[in-house]
C-alpha cells in the first residue's frame, strides 16, 4: 500500500514538474518580448524627443537653446550627416531625419540635456 502511494506521488509530482518546466519556458518568451518592446518603446521616445528638440532648435535660429530631462542609461547616440541613430548596446537601433547635419553630441551620464543653436551649429550636451 505504501509502495502505491509513493509511486502514485512521484507520478503527480513529475506531472507537476513538467507543467512548471513548460509554463517556465513559455512565459520566459513572453517575458523577453516584454523587455525587447520596452526597449523599442524606449528607443523610440529618445530619437522622437531628440530629433523633435533639434529640428525646433535649427529651426528657431541663433542663440536658441531647449533644456529636457531624459533618462539615457545604455542609451548611445551618434548623427550621420542628417540622420540621428539612438541603439542600445547588443540590442534595438533606431535612425531619424534631421533637418540639419550640423549638430555636435556631447553627452556625459547627466539626465539634462541642454540643445544650443550656435550660428547654425547645434550642439547637443
Request: hydrophobic share 45%.
Amino acid at each position: 500500500m505504501k509502495g502505491q502511494v509513493l509511486a502514485e506521488f512521484l507520478v503527480v509530482f513529475s506531472a507537476f514538474l513538467v507543467l512548471l518546466l513548460i509554463y517556465s519556458i513559455i512565459f520566459s518568451e513572453y517575458l523577453s518580448s516584454y523587455f525587447s518592446s520596452n526597449n523599442n518603446l524606449k528607443l523610440f521616445s529618445a530619437a522622437y524627443k531628440f530629433s523633435s528638440a533639434i529640428n525646433s532648435v535649427f529651426i528657431s535660429g541663433p542663440g536658441t537653446s531647449y533644456n529636457f530631462s531624459i533618462d539615457l542609461t545604455d542609451m548611445n547616440m551618434s548623427v550621420d550627416d542628417n540622420i540621428l541613430n539612438v541603439w542600445i548596446e547588443n540590442r534595438s537601433a533606431l535612425s531619424t531625419t534631421l533637418l540639419t547635419e550640423r549638430v555636435n553630441i556631447l553627452l556625459n551620464n547627466s539626465s539634462d540635456i541642454s540643445i544650443v543653436n550656435n550660428g547654425g551649429m547645434i550642439e547637443v550636451s
